[in-house]
């Protein structure tokens, strides 16, 4: 027998029937064969758990995709085609977050149940922001109408006593900032209490309008404000006071022409006192200084019309004096 390597000795006694200890039997294991012997064991269980390990991780990665990855994706895909949609449509309705069937009792249903409650709140505020654009323009154009309503004469259609509140403003402005151009025209009608008192109000209104159609179409470059029941303002600008001279007596001469005309009604027989002034750049002169010279001419204008019908009033009686004789 060879005896190489390296061996253990295993022992143990024999005894009598007394206890003494008679003989030694003894074992020599080779190290090599003890090796061997565990390697034969090991080998197998090492490969058995390395199956096994394999084995769990394919079926963990399995059913993490299962589970988690493949309703992540479901989730990512339907809120980016929610996102593409938001972009392009304009009617929030047809706007669905389509989101896959989940129903895993995880995180990840958790997650998509989150997600939709927020697409679902993104839609409601959105459709609450359009509701309030929308209430917002009905207020706007509401208020508009009221303001066209409060700066226009609601029985002529031209310009109100506001409107002309807020251009003598805007030319005030204009006076500090060196850039005013401008002049103004006041305009009394004559008569119209009479035609009122003697054909009722429905002819003195009708004379009002016909009285204003003749300065809006003698100023057709310039608005025209009603700042009084017979009081008409004009403030001229651009063409009309550049021509503002001839505008003047196109404007009187249209009066003049009606208010002679046999065969007109006396309701439109219109007749006007009409007084102009010209803003003249005079240290701390404002607009309020221009109308007061307008409406000085106008006054004059209106005294020299009283005396001319006066005076006419008087021949006409000489005649009738005359012819009695």
């Known amino acids: 027998m060879t005896w190489d390597g390296i061996y253990f000795t295993g022992a143990i006694p024999v005894k009598n029937d007394a206890g003494k200890t008679i003989a030694l039997i003894c074992v020599d294991v080779s190290v090599t064969n003890i090796t061997e012997l565990i390697d034969s064991y090991i080998r197998p269980v090492i490969l058995v758990i390395l199956a096994l390990s394999l084995v769990f991780a394919l079926l963990m990665i399995i059913w993490i995709r299962k589970q988690i990855i493949k309703p992540i994706l479901g989730l990512e895909k339907g809120v980016s085609e929610f996102a593409e949609k938001s972009h392009r449509m304009r009617d929030i309705s047809g706007l669905e977050l389509k989101l896959p069937e989940i129903h895993r009792k995880n995180e990840v249903e958790s997650l998509a149940a989150a997600i939709g409650k927020m697409a679902s709140d993104m839609q409601d505020y959105v459709r609450d922001v359009l509701h309030a654009e929308v209430r917002a323009k009905s207020a706007e154009k509401a208020a508009q109408d009221m303001s066209a309503l409060a700066f226009r004469d609601a029985l002529t259609q031209v310009k109100s006593k506001a409107a002309y509140d807020i ?77 503002r001279d001839k505008c003047f007596k196109e404007m009187a001469a249209r009066f003049a022409s009606t208010r002679k005309d046999p065969e007109r009604p006396v309701w439109e027989c219109y007749s006007a006192a009409a007084g102009m002034a010209v803003y003249e750049r005079m240290p701390h002169e404002i607009a309020e200084d221009v109308f007061k010279r307008a409406d000085a001419a106008m006054y004059d204008d209106k005294q020299h019309m009283k005396a001319a019908a006066l005076a006419g009033a008087i021949v006409d009686r000489g005649h009738e004096l005359k012819g009695g004789r």
Request: with cysteine.
């Open 167 to 243: 251009k003598m403003k805007e030319l005030n402005d204009s006076i500090l900032e060196g850039t005013a151009r401008f002049g103004i025209i006041m305009v009394d009608l004559n008569h119209l209490k009479a035609i009122n008192d003697s054909y009722g109000h429905e002819k003195g209104d009708a004379y009002l309008v016909g009285s204003c159609r003749q300065l809006c179409s003698a100023f057709t470059h310039s608005p025209v404000y009603r700042i009084g029941g017979d009081e008409f303002v004009v403030v001229l600008e651009g063409e009309d006071y550049e021509n």
